[in-house]
């Protein structure tokens, strides 16, 4: 359970480059927005 749950960590990590972290920050807020 505990490999598995680092694991997806690392793959977020891969997905979310450090210079693209404002850009999903973006998307959330949108999505937020979008919601509510």
């Known amino acids: 359970m ?3 749950h680092s694991s ?3 793959i ?3 997905l979310i480059p450090a210079g693209k972290i404002p850009y ?3 998307l ?3 999505f ?3 919601v509510g």
């Open 2 to 4: 505990l490999n598995t």
């Open 8 to 10: 997806n960590f690392k």
């Open 12 to 14: 977020v990590g891969y």
């Open 24 to 26: 999903y920050f973006g």
């Open 28 to 30: 959330l807020r949108r």
């Open 32 to 34: 937020y927005i979008f």
